[in-house]
């Protein structure tokens, strides 16, 4: 049976055994930075694939920085250590990692400087997180994305999420799936989880990383399965609102979210309120890719099983 496994203070220990004092500076103030890993179970190979464990790492550093923090271990070392507390934990289905590097200092203070860190890693079963066959009914928020001048939304700041949650409760409350955020400037943004992708006459267009954006791993897999698979360009420029409900399709990525398409923004359709060819097509291609069943790109993947194997 499989049994949770974090990596906390430097080992890998039993999930129940990961916890921190009341005084630990990030609990306090949000002073921490995350990424969520997915990790994709294929049954018939009876394999755990981990999908771009390299980027996500790459990407905690530079949201570390961001924070005056740092990594101690380099890339190949903060993979292993990922790989090993999915390996020791052993589950036989999806699942979700997060990494996370933290103020650790158990002290009272709002600052970044002269403070402790720590990198920690926990892993949890996780299934579907919006329904990528139904496609998502999204409402654009009355909240506006946070900006780069207040807390920069390239990093994944865990105290920046209570903006995120902010929007994600207003759209459930009023019954919708998710929330899209504008952001000061009033142009389209992102979801609370996802990055947001438009479909104009055959062209992709996604907000440019200055529109306060996270900087997607999984946007940036879809724009490669579009862009090599099936010959589409992308622009990257500002969204207006009303270009969303004219579009002929609108589609979210995220590490939770997957590849989903958008049917609704504020109540009006999107093209004709189903999911459209293109996203279908893509939703396919990006399925089969991170569950290893697209040879040309498995070096996305870490096995966690086969890799065990080889270690031993
Ligand atoms: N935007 C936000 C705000 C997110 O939290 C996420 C999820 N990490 C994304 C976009 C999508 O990023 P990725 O595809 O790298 O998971």
Known sequence: MATPMAFFRGQIVPLEQANINVMTHAFNYGTAVFEGVR??????????????????????????????????????????????????????????????????????????????????????????????????RCATSSWRRVDDTEIPARAKVNGLYVNNAMAKSEAQLNGFDEAIMLNQDGHVSEGSGENIVMIRNGKLITPAPSDNILEGITLETALELA?????????????????????????????????????????????????????????????????GRQPAYTSWLTPVYARAGVRA
Request: aromatic share 10%; net charge negative; no cysteine.
């Open 227 to 291: 862009a090599k698979e099936m010959g589409l360009s992308v622009e990257r420029r500002s969204i207006d609102r009303s270009e969303l409900y004219i579009a002929d399709e609108v589609f979210m990525t995220g590490t939770a979210a997957h590849l989903t398409p958008v049917v609704e923004v504020d109540r009006v359709p999107v093209g004709d309120g189903k999911p459209g060819p293109i996203s279908k097509r893509l939703q396919s291609l990006y399925f089969s890719s991170i569950t």
């Open 39 to 136: 990790g994709n179970w294929n049954a018939e190979q009876n394999e755990l694939y981990l999908f771009r464990v390299e980027d996500h790492v790459k990407r905690i550093r530079q949201s570390a920085k961001i924070m005056r923090m740092g990594l101690r271990f380099n890339d190949e070392e903060a993979a292993n250590i990922i790989q090993q507390v999915v390996e020791k934990s052993g589950f036989k289905e999806d699942v979700y990692v997060r990494p996370m590097i933290y103020m650790s200092s158990e002290i009272v203070g709002v600052r970044m400087h002269n403070l402790e860190w720590d990198f920690l890693v926990y892993v949890t079963p996780f299934g579907s997180y919006l329904d990528p066959d139904q496609g998502a």
